[in-house]
Each structure stands twice: as structure tokens, then as C-alpha cells.
């Protein structure tokens, strides 16, 4: 039960300080691993490393492996639910005030201003995919030596020489039909 406690403690305080999403949160995950000896520093490593390639924040995905591996399925529950409870708190008590002056003009006003700033950082967002996304469609595609087959690989953007699997950097060992550049 003190296992339990303590690591809803140790993530709740990581909750409420660690602003700016899942990679603030490795100062304090140093800082418990120091103090509690529950993990290294190597496994806080392998521990980005995993929630970064699982679906999900990363910050919940380290709580929750944090807390599995101290406590088994009930320390997961335990941090996850450490990590979350302070932003859960500070939005009721935020809904809590704006339920108070929600009649107020200047509160109106706010949400009115709030609107087309959010539409904008949404489109914001959309264009830089969008953008992103049409730069990789232009990347000239190249053929894999092995294989023959086109694949998905872009040209090498220091030498321009196609990202083939067994191709070295200046040398024709793929059947690209994009030109080389000239040692």
C-alpha cells in the first residue's frame, strides 16, 4: 500500500510541474529514480524509448511503465492516474470559475477572441502536414539492388546518391534511373 502511495505521489508531483509535455517529464523521473532506486538510468532510456513507439502521450506511457514495472498492473493505474490528476483538478477549477462569470462580457468576449485564434493554430497544423507530407511525395524514389523493385527510399540528401540497402555513396550498385552526381 506504501508502494501504491508513494508512486501517486511521486507522479502527481510530476503532473502538476512538468508543463510542456512528455519529455519535461524526464527531470523528474531522473529525480525519482535517484531518490526511490526503482529504475536506472539506463532503463529511463529504454523507457523513451518504448513510449515514444507506443501509441499514446509519452508522459502516461513512462508513468504507466514506471508503475508496472515497481508495482505491477496496479502501480500502472496508480502513477497513470498521479500523472493525470493534477491537470484533471486544475480544469475542474478552472470550469468551476468560468461557470461563475460565464454571463460576464468579458469572459463572452475571450471565448469570442479564443475562436479564430484556435481555428488558425488547427489550419496552422494541417498546412505543416500537409507540407510535410507533399516534400516526401517529391523525394526522387530509388530501386533496391537486391531486388530491382522500386522502394520507398529517398535519395541521400549530402551526396544525392539513392538510399539503396548495400549501395555506397558515389557508386552506381542499383538500377536507379536518377543520375549520379560526378566524383
Not at 519535461?24 to 529525480?31: R, S
Not at 535517484?34 to 538510468?41: A, E, I, L
Not at 470550469?95 to 479564430?116: E, H, N, Q, T
Not at 522502394?151 to 548495400?166: K, N, T
Request: net charge positive; proline share 5%.
Amino acid at each position: 500500500m506504501t508502494l501504491y502511495l508513494q508512486l501517486f505521489w511521486e507522479f502527481f508531483k510530476t503532473g502538476l510541474f512538468a508543463v510542456g509535455g512528455g519529455m519535461a517529464t524526464l527531470p523528474f523521473l531522473y529525480d525519482i529514480s535517484n531518490k526511490t532506486g526503482w529504475f536506472t538510468h539506463a532503463q529511463l532510456a529504454d523507457m523513451v524509448a518504448v513510449s515514444e513507439s507506443t501509441p499514446g502521450p509519452i508522459g502516461v506511457n513512462m508513468a504507466s511503465y514506471v508503475g508496472f514495472v515497481t508495482g505491477g498492473v496496479g502501480g500502472a493505474v496508480v502513477a497513470t492516474l498521479g500523472l493525470i490528476a493534477p491537470s484533471i483538478l486544475i480544469v475542474l477549477i478552472i470550469a468551476a470559475f468560468l461557470k461563475a462569470f460565464r454571463d460576464s462580457k468579458y469572459v463572452d468576449g475571450a471565448f469570442y477572441g479564443l475562436r479564430p485564434a484556435s481555428t488558425a493554430l488547427i489550419a496552422s497544423a494541417l498546412v505543416t502536414r500537409f507540407t510535410a507530407v507533399r516534400i516526401l511525395a517529391a523525394l526522387p524514389l530509388c530501386c533496391t539492388a537486391s531486388s530491382g523493385k522500386r522502394s520507398f527510399l529517398p535519395r541521400c540528401s549530402f551526396c544525392s546518391h539513392a538510399m539503396c540497402q548495400g549501395s555506397k555513396a558515389g557508386t552506381r550498385s542499383c538500377s536507379s534511373d536518377f543520375p549520379l552526381p560526378s566524383a
